[in-house]
């Protein structure tokens, strides 16, 4: 497994931006499809994006596309999630996860590593 270390988030005014980073460690970062997922308050973890192995496919929820850019430096063993135009229904903890599939990378269960996630807050 790999282990997952998450930052960035923060409070921010919607309307505003916000660039989360996923730091892995190990060598095998690259052997590895990277998603973001995020957890409101009484609701379950949803997809945000996903990261192919080579950073070539990437994969959108609906909703953030357009705003999110889901990001990967295999030379650094991190993935990013660049967030524009926040919403107060962006507000959440967001958390990384590491898989070896790759497909269904839109389903928490294909990913078997998780950060401990960093909290995303969006005022109005």
């Known amino acids: 497994q790999v282990q997952l270390v998450e930052s960035g988030g923060g409070l921010v005014q919607a309307g505003g931006s916000l660039r989360l980073s996923c730091a892995a460690s190990?060598?095998?970062?690259?052997?590895?499809?990277m998603g973001w997922f995020r957890q409101a308050p009484g609701k379950e973890r949803e997809f945000v994006a996903a990261?192919?192995?080579?950073?070539?496919?990437?994969y959108y929820a609906e909703s953030m596309k357009g705003r999110f850019t889901i990001s990967r430096d295999n030379a650094k063993n991190t993935v990013y999630l660049q967030m524009n135009s926040l919403k107060p229904e962006d507000t959440a903890v967001y958390y990384c996860?590491?898989?070896?599939?790759?497909?269904?990378?839109?389903?928490?269960?294909?990913?078997?590593?998780w950060g401990q996630g960093t909290q995303v807050t969006v005022s109005s």
């Open positions: 996860a590491a898989t070896s599939a790759q497909y269904g990378l839109d389903y928490p269960g294909r990913f078997g590593s």
């Open positions: 190990g060598r095998t970062f690259s052997s590895y499809a």
């Open positions: 990261i192919s192995r080579n950073g070539r496919s990437t």
